[in-house]
T-cell receptor, first 118, second 113 residues
Framework: AQTVTQSQPEMSVQEAETVTLSCTYD???????LFWYKQPPSRQMILVIR??????QNATENRFSVNFQKAAKSFSLKISDSQLGDTAMYFC???????????????FGQGTILTVHP | DSGVTQTPKHLITATGQRVTLRCSPR?????VYWYQQSLDQGLQFLIQ???????AKGNILERFSAQQFPDLHSELNLSSLELGDSALYFC????????????FGPGTRLTVL
């Protein structure tokens, strides 16, 4: 079974600054996907960024980038030039690559509440 | 807007009752997933369907059941409701059973009184 741990229940950052959210996971799988989802006050789940474990290059999407350390089973999210609209709960999630009984199951961490202050 | 629709948005009911939550996946998506988000359990995977067949099961209670119909919409049935079943229930969809991305609906907020 996979587990995902987010050790920071809450974080805060000033507008325009950079913040890093931490995530560690435990799995015996060699191929898998990792995701960061954003859940704003509207409760909608929005995919922020994804990383394939077989890719060594860290994923980047505009102001969002990850630091993927496969050996350490660590997957942190860096938000640059933070904006007020980034205020949300952020979830780290894991999915096995394919096959087996897990198929498309996403395993989520507990979430980190990020508040961006003006 | 992800293209996934869920009805109803809110549902308030009493303990012991039965409710049905409905999900319509994005056009062309064959796989549907159900998740439960509660304060004490966090976000948990319940069950996955692909083209009408059950593909994976998570921490779904025996009082809960789901199905996916030929038109690919899915329903999650919750029976003998308890206070602890109060949660936000999400449906997500993807083109295949192993697609990279799952597109989440807006959720159904269930309150059991």
């Amino acid at each position: 079974a996979q587990t995902v741990t987010q050790s920071q229940p809450e974080m805060s950052v000033q507008e325009a600054e950079t913040v890093t959210l931490s995530c560690t996971y435990d799995t015996s799988e060699n191929n898998y996907y990792l995701f960061w989802y954003k859940q704003p006050p509207s409760r909608q789940m929005i995919l922020v960024i994804r990383q394939e474990a077989y890719k060594q290059q860290n994923a980047t999407e505009n102001r969002f980038s990850v630091n993927f350390q496969k050996a350490a089973k660590s997957f942190s999210l860096k938000i640059s030039d933070s904006q007020l609209g980034d205020t949300a709960m952020y979830f780290c999630a894991f999915r096995p690559y394919a096959g087996g009984t897990s198929y498309g199951k996403l395993t989520f961490g507990q979430g980190t509440i990020l508040t961006v202050h003006p | 807007d992800s293209g996934v629709t869920q009805t109803p948005k809110h549902l308030i009911t009493a303990t012991g009752q039965r409710v049905t939550l409905r999900c319509s996946p994005r056009s062309g998506d064959l796989s549907v997933y159900w998740y439960q988000q509660s304060l004490d359990q966090g976000l948990q995977f319940l069950i996955q369907y692909y083209n009408g067949e059950e593909r994976a099961k998570g921490n779904i209670l025996e009082r809960f059941s789901a199905q996916q119909f030929p038109d690919l919409h899915s329903e999650l049935n919750l029976s003998s409701l308890e206070l602890g079943d109060s949660a936000l229930y999400f449906c997500a969809s993807s083109p295949t059973s192993s697609s990279n991305e799952q597109f989440f609906g807006p959720g159904t907020r269930l309150t059991v009184l």
